[in-house]
């Protein structure tokens, strides 16, 4: 009797083990700022939903990433689920069998092609990562210096520039807070942020890929001159300025104007004590078209190798849920959600952003699909150039001439 | 006919578990890697024996070559650097130590050997505090004497950038040669220097002529100690500038280009094979300045036995 009891027990052990334990799911991740939000809001919401599986949100560094995640995969100790980079760093673990095709997933109807051409093949037949986020480039103010100096947000460059000098001559703030150790602000924030109006969004930006404009085209060198405008607007050994020095610079309230990325909006509210606002950046004249980078940043595939693939696709297929959407856009206000359903956020910052997405036309940045494939890698160059430019140590011309000859030895359109 | 001598297995014995570990984790590695830097991807991602021409890439292309010569000059300045500035102030700290009547002798060697047990990260991360142009304590400090206009934001000017940083691991590392040269000098014996006391030389002339040429072996190992930790550095630049080594690549050595190649960064996926190379050539420069000193200095330098 007791011997077939223990048998009994025995096997539904191993039998119960796995039907019914739990699994748990490991997400990879660069985005180490957002930790508190997956383990207070988002995981509990999954888990509520499906006790049986249980997620673990593990990130990394930000810079540390890419390579970090590229040699767990290659040595198979990779979580589950991966945080997808957009466009070529996915694709290309996609290529060499790292992340599943999600095709077929249920959720995928809503996504527009626009939200998921960063996670797919390049003919658009297999999708690889579920899209979770944009984020949105611009300028974010200190209204409450804005109103003491009496400066109105500027809509065109030349009342850009004349609200800078104001905030320079007054003195009481630096105009402008970005620095160029880090080298990716003047990139990111300076040239992609900028470059949009110059280069017409997306028309221009195809255009380089079909090998049609040249990086040494006037519109393409034009934000580089914008970039040697700004440095003397900067704070001083701006040369030396760390990205978190420049948002402390900021929501200290030391600093007038933050070229952003939407991202900051979580970081800013909970840091900065005065008054926020945002204004996308600048055009030419008054009543230009204008452009903005709403660049698809962020979304989230499963491992090829993952022993639990049932329940990633589970957590994956909730990531592609309404419900997952308005969660995240409003416990992360700045990352603006690509689902086809329209998300209602609280944040106001957030919702100004978001608004230029129907009176701008919106664009990605221009270096990441396609152009930045081959060695030298053109978004890398960018940064370099862009942050020299900056420093005034080579030309806007130089620097663009650098990154057409660059990309002109392996990109075969542009040859 | 004499008795065979006894096999001596104790003392395979003895060497297996060091060799094991060493072969484990150096030997093999590093065979692997020098193999890996002979083969390349195709196309399709089959790995195909290349022969040498990674490396011709790497040397004989512009862009891949440029950015090889300009880190090893570099990482040859961060070298001179450490050669000119943390050995010779290693040395007198020494000297300064062993003097018998200077109080507090062990305040100061623990003190000045601390920074050497540090990590990286911490050091990296305090210099870039103290030396920051915005929270720094450097610039007030000037301020305070009147030097203001001396300050720079050093870290990020690419003529002072990798001088800084070089100076930076100084400052951490300058404990080690002055431990192994304050050993070097308590192991002189006394009748030696009562002998040369005799013969009325003191002071300075008896550490320049009794016992400098005494610790020499000990400064010439120091020497080509800091010569491998220094063309195999990589952590303090990481820290302090990223992966980009900016501004501009002035701070770019080996370890990080190495860094860059073989992981990949941002956008730039990693090249195993071509990140082989540099860890090939990297081996290979260490290597050649190793055998210089074995060869030609070591063997030269007179050593006394007393």
């Given at each position: 009797m007791t011997k077939t009891f223990k048998l009994a027990l025995l096997t539904s052990t191993l039998l119960g083990s796995a039907a019914f334990a739990e699994t748990t799911l490991t997400i990879e991740s660069w985005?180490?700022?957002?930790l508190t939000i997956w383990q207070d809001t988002i995981i509990p919401a999954f888990e509520a939903q499906h006790p049986d599986i249980k997620v673990v949100f593990a990130p990394s560094a930000p810079a540390e990433y890419n390579a970090a995640l590229n040699s767990k995969l290659a040595a198979g100790s990779?979580?589950?689920l991966i945080t997808c980079r957009p466009f070529d760093a996915s694709l290309e673990l996609y290529n060499q069998g790292h992340l599943a095709d999600?095709?077929?997933?249920?959720?995928?109807?809503?996504?527009s092609p626009v939200a998921k051409s960063a996670w797919q093949t390049d003919d658009a037949t297999a999708t690889f990562c579920v899209p979770m986020a944009s984020v949105i480039h611009g300028f974010i103010y200190n209204a409450d210096a804005f109103e003491a100096l009496g400066i109105?947000?500027?809509?065109t460059t030349e009342e850009f520039y004349a609200a800078l000098d104001k905030i320079k001559a007054d003195?009481?703030?630096?105009p402008m807070a970005m620095g160029t150790n880090d080298q990716w602000e003047a990139a990111t924030m300076g040239y992609n942020n900028i470059g949009p109006n110059f280069w017409k969004g997306e028309e221009g930006r195809l255009a380089l890929i079909a090998g049609?404009?040249?990086?040494?085209?006037p519109q393409w060198v034009a934000p580089f001159a914008e970039l040697a405008r700004w440095k003397d607007y900067l704070g001083d050994g701006f040369e030396a300025q760390t990205y978190p020095d420049s948002q402390n610079l900021f929501t200290l309230g030391r600093a007038a104007i933050y070229p952003a990325g939407s991202w900051e909006i979580s970081g800013f509210n909970t840091q900065a004590g005065f008054k926020m606002g945002a204004f996308p950046?600048?055009?030419?004249?008054?009543g230009d078209t204008c452009y903005i980078s709403d660049h698809t940043d962020i979304a989230i595939g499963m491992?090829?190798?993952?022993?639990?693939a049932e329940a990633a696709k589970v957590f994956l297929d909730w990531v592609g849920s309404p419900e997952f959407a308005t969660l995240y856009a409003n416990a992360l206000p700045?990352?603006?959600?690509?689902?086809a359903t329209p998300v209602e956020m609280a944040d106001p910052l957030a919702q100004e952003f978001v608004s230029w997405r129907s009176k701008c036309q919106s664009t990605i940045r221009s270096?990441?699909?396609?152009?930045?494939?081959?060695?030298?890698n053109l978004e890398n160059e960018t940064w370099n150039a862009s942050a020299n430019v900056i420093r005034g140590t080579e030309t806007p011309e130089d620097a663009a001439k650098r990154l057409q000859d660059g990309l002109a030895t392996w990109y075969a359109p542009q040859q | 006919m004499a008795a065979r001598k006894p096999v001596r297995w104790h003392i395979a014995v003895f060497l297996a578990p060091a060799v094991m570990v060493y072969t484990a984790l150096m030997i093999i590695p590093l065979f692997g890697t020098l193999f890996q830097s002979l083969m390349n991807e195709t196309e399709g991602g089959d790995r195909v024996f290349v022969g040498l021409q990674n490396f011709a890439t790497l040397f004989g292309d512009a862009l891949w070559s440029d950015a090889f010569w300009n880190a090893l000059g570099n990482n040859a300045w961060f070298f001179v650097i450490h050669m000119a500035v943390q050995n010779p102030i290693g040395i007198a700290l020494a000297a300064i130590l062993s003097?018998?009547?200077?109080?507090?002798a062990a305040f100061y060697r623990t003190a000045i050997f601390i920074p050497t047990i540090l990590s990286f990260v911490i050091v990296g991360f305090v210099w870039k505090l103290i030396l920051s142009?915005?929270?720094?304590?450097a610039p007030g400090m000037l301020d305070a004497v009147g030097l203001?206009?001396?300050?720079?934001p050093w870290l990020g000017k690419e003529e002072y950038a990798l001088t800084t940083l070089a100076l930076i691991s100084v400052w951490q590392f300058v404990g080690i040669p002055m431990m192994l040269i304050y050993a070097a000098l308590l192991s002189i014996p006394d009748e030696v220097i009562e002998a040369s006391e005799m013969d009325g030389i003191t002071g300075w002339s008896q550490f320049w002529k009794i016992k400098l040429p005494l610790i020499l072996p000990a400064i010439g190992i120091i020497s080509i100690l800091t010569f491998v930790g220094n063309f195999n550095a990589f952590d303090l630049i990481y820290v302090a500038q990223?992966?980009?080594?900016g501004p501009d690549f002035s701070t770019d050595i080996l370890g990080t280009f190495l860094y860059r190649t073989f992981f990949g960064f941002q956008l730039q996926l990693g090249d195993p094979y071509m990140g082989s190379a540099i860890a090939g050539a990297m081996f290979g420069i260490i290597l050649l300045g190793v055998c210089v000193y074995l060869f030609g200095i070591q063997t030269r330098l007179r050593r006394y036995q007393f």
């Amino acid at each position: 009797m007791t011997k077939t009891f223990k048998l009994a027990l025995l096997t539904s052990t191993l039998l119960g083990s796995a039907a019914f334990a739990e699994t748990t799911l490991t997400i990879e991740s660069w985005r180490n700022d957002d930790l508190t939000i997956w383990q207070d809001t988002i995981i509990p919401a999954f888990e509520a939903q499906h006790p049986d599986i249980k997620v673990v949100f593990a990130p990394s560094a930000p810079a540390e990433y890419n390579a970090a995640l590229n040699s767990k995969l290659a040595a198979g100790s990779a979580g589950d689920l991966i945080t997808c980079r957009p466009f070529d760093a996915s694709l290309e673990l996609y290529n060499q069998g790292h992340l599943a095709d999600l095709s077929g997933l249920a959720s995928m109807a809503n996504f527009s092609p626009v939200a998921k051409s960063a996670w797919q093949t390049d003919d658009a037949t297999a999708t690889f990562c579920v899209p979770m986020a944009s984020v949105i480039h611009g300028f974010i103010y200190n209204a409450d210096a804005f109103e003491a100096l009496g400066i109105a947000v500027p809509t065109t460059t030349e009342e850009f520039y004349a609200a800078l000098d104001k905030i320079k001559a007054d003195g009481t703030y630096i105009p402008m807070a970005m620095g160029t150790n880090d080298q990716w602000e003047a990139a990111t924030m300076g040239y992609n942020n900028i470059g949009p109006n110059f280069w017409k969004g997306e028309e221009g930006r195809l255009a380089l890929i079909a090998g049609e404009q040249k990086l040494t085209d006037p519109q393409w060198v034009a934000p580089f001159a914008e970039l040697a405008r700004w440095k003397d607007y900067l704070g001083d050994g701006f040369e030396a300025q760390t990205y978190p020095d420049s948002q402390n610079l900021f929501t200290l309230g030391r600093a007038a104007i933050y070229p952003a990325g939407s991202w900051e909006i979580s970081g800013f509210n909970t840091q900065a004590g005065f008054k926020m606002g945002a204004f996308p950046p600048p055009v030419a004249a008054a009543g230009d078209t204008c452009y903005i980078s709403d660049h698809t940043d962020i979304a989230i595939g499963m491992n090829a190798a993952s022993p639990n693939a049932e329940a990633a696709k589970v957590f994956l297929d909730w990531v592609g849920s309404p419900e997952f959407a308005t969660l995240y856009a409003n416990a992360l206000p700045g990352f603006f959600s690509l689902n086809a359903t329209p998300v209602e956020m609280a944040d106001p910052l957030a919702q100004e952003f978001v608004s230029w997405r129907s009176k701008c036309q919106s664009t990605i940045r221009s270096t990441y699909q396609i152009l930045s494939r081959g060695t030298p890698n053109l978004e890398n160059e960018t940064w370099n150039a862009s942050a020299n430019v900056i420093r005034g140590t080579e030309t806007p011309e130089d620097a663009a001439k650098r990154l057409q000859d660059g990309l002109a030895t392996w990109y075969a359109p542009q040859q | 006919m004499a008795a065979r001598k006894p096999v001596r297995w104790h003392i395979a014995v003895f060497l297996a578990p060091a060799v094991m570990v060493y072969t484990a984790l150096m030997i093999i590695p590093l065979f692997g890697t020098l193999f890996q830097s002979l083969m390349n991807e195709t196309e399709g991602g089959d790995r195909v024996f290349v022969g040498l021409q990674n490396f011709a890439t790497l040397f004989g292309d512009a862009l891949w070559s440029d950015a090889f010569w300009n880190a090893l000059g570099n990482n040859a300045w961060f070298f001179v650097i450490h050669m000119a500035v943390q050995n010779p102030i290693g040395i007198a700290l020494a000297a300064i130590l062993s003097t018998p009547r200077l109080r507090m002798a062990a305040f100061y060697r623990t003190a000045i050997f601390i920074p050497t047990i540090l990590s990286f990260v911490i050091v990296g991360f305090v210099w870039k505090l103290i030396l920051s142009p915005i929270w720094g304590i450097a610039p007030g400090m000037l301020d305070a004497v009147g030097l203001k206009f001396l300050f720079a934001p050093w870290l990020g000017k690419e003529e002072y950038a990798l001088t800084t940083l070089a100076l930076i691991s100084v400052w951490q590392f300058v404990g080690i040669p002055m431990m192994l040269i304050y050993a070097a000098l308590l192991s002189i014996p006394d009748e030696v220097i009562e002998a040369s006391e005799m013969d009325g030389i003191t002071g300075w002339s008896q550490f320049w002529k009794i016992k400098l040429p005494l610790i020499l072996p000990a400064i010439g190992i120091i020497s080509i100690l800091t010569f491998v930790g220094n063309f195999n550095a990589f952590d303090l630049i990481y820290v302090a500038q990223g992966a980009l080594a900016g501004p501009d690549f002035s701070t770019d050595i080996l370890g990080t280009f190495l860094y860059r190649t073989f992981f990949g960064f941002q956008l730039q996926l990693g090249d195993p094979y071509m990140g082989s190379a540099i860890a090939g050539a990297m081996f290979g420069i260490i290597l050649l300045g190793v055998c210089v000193y074995l060869f030609g200095i070591q063997t030269r330098l007179r050593r006394y036995q007393f």
